[in-house]
């Protein structure tokens, strides 16, 4: 089970990396304490929901270390924290910047998981059903970028564009 945890931290590890290149990126890396801390937020609120929903339920994928509530906690504020954050750094962002920013960080991610595995899927890898599974992140980040456009008063360029044609 300790292996399990060490192949957690490495993932998270990693995505804080992605993370803080990112940040250097978009020029913000003053902002990451705010961007990090919003990103933990939201991560804890919609991460084990969509885990739970999809994973657990819907079976589209396992984690090896379960669905226990320390794990979703910690794994809503960590993987989906720094999911969430990567997204609020890009508000400025055109649609192909954020969807090819997104898109790294779901192939990093992935291929993290081939060499320090933590979730399986019921289905083999480059078929139809785990390229949905791969590309299911991006549709993610679209609903969230615009949840915090709606809810919260945030402003993405590349949604702005899409309501003003």
């Known amino acids: ?23 250097y990126y ?40 379960g669905f226990g509530p320390l794990f979703m906690i910690l794994l809503g504020i960590l993987g989906w ?26 192939v990093i991610s992935e291929i993290i998981n081939l060499f320090f595995p933590y979730w399986t899927y019921p289905f083999p ?4 059903e785990f390229l949905i599974v791969l590309f299911s992140p991006l549709v993610l980040a679209t609903a969230v970028a615009l949840a915090w456009q709606v809810l919260f008063g945030y402003r993405f360029v590349f949604i702005d564009n899409v309501i003003k044609k």
């Open 1 to 23: 089970m300790s292996e399990l945890w060490l192949h957690f931290a490495v993932l998270i590890f990693v995505q804080l990396l992605v993370f803080l290149i990112h940040a």
């Open 26 to 65: 978009e020029k913000k890396l003053s902002d990451v304490p705010r961007v990090l801390w919003q990103g933990a937020i939201s991560g804890i609120v919609f991460g084990p929901l969509c885990d739970l929903i999809g994973g657990k339920y819907l079976g589209l994928g396992t984690y090896l270390l």
């Open 81 to 106: 924290g720094l999911f969430a954050a990567n997204i609020l750094l890009m508000q400025h962002a055109r649609f192909l910047h954020f969807f090819f920013w997104n898109i790294i960080i779901i």
């Open 125 to 128: 890898m480059l078929s139809i």
